[in-house]
Nanobody
Framework: QVQLVESGGGLVQPGGSLRLSCAASGRTSSRYVMGWFRQAPGKEREFVAA????????QYADSVKDRFAISRDSAKNTMYLQMNSLKPEDSAVYYC??????????????????WGQGTQVTVSS
């Protein structure tokens, strides 16, 4: 089994920055996709960013491109989401997710087998 534990959420003013962490433990695979999703109240869970092991690069939603950056520390089995220039519309519960099949549909929540518990990000003055 796999366990994902997120941390790093909180309250930040517009224009500020936060870094989310997602620590993974358990089963691994040489082909994987690690992703970040978010869900605001009354809205569907939406794709934010993903790191694809097969491609060796990251993909981002248009709404966060050039503001957010995903990275991974393999030694610590931890994924990060650096969020800069935060806007009130970025407020949501952020979830990390792991797909051990290496699906190309990285933008679809249904492709991920494992999920963290979520961490709240609130952007407000």
């Amino acid at each position: 089994q796999v366990q994902l534990v997120e941390s790093g959420g909180g309250l930040v003013q517009p224009g500020g920055s936060l870094r989310l962490s997602c620590a993974a433990s358990g089963r691994t695979s040489s082909r994987y996709v690690m992703g970040w999703f978010r869900q605001a109240p009354g809205k569907e869970r939406e794709f934010v960013a993903a790191m694809l092991s097969s491609a060796g690069y990251a993909q981002y939603a248009d709404s966060v491109k050039d503001r957010f950056a995903i990275s991974r520390d393999s030694a610590k089995n931890t994924m990060y989401l650096q969020m800069n220039s935060l806007k009130p519309e970025d407020s949501a519960v952020y979830y990390c997710a792991l797909d051990l099949t290496g699906s190309s549909r990285y933008f679809s929540a249904g492709e991920y087998e494992y999920w963290g518990q979520g961490t709240q990000v609130t952007v407000s003055s």
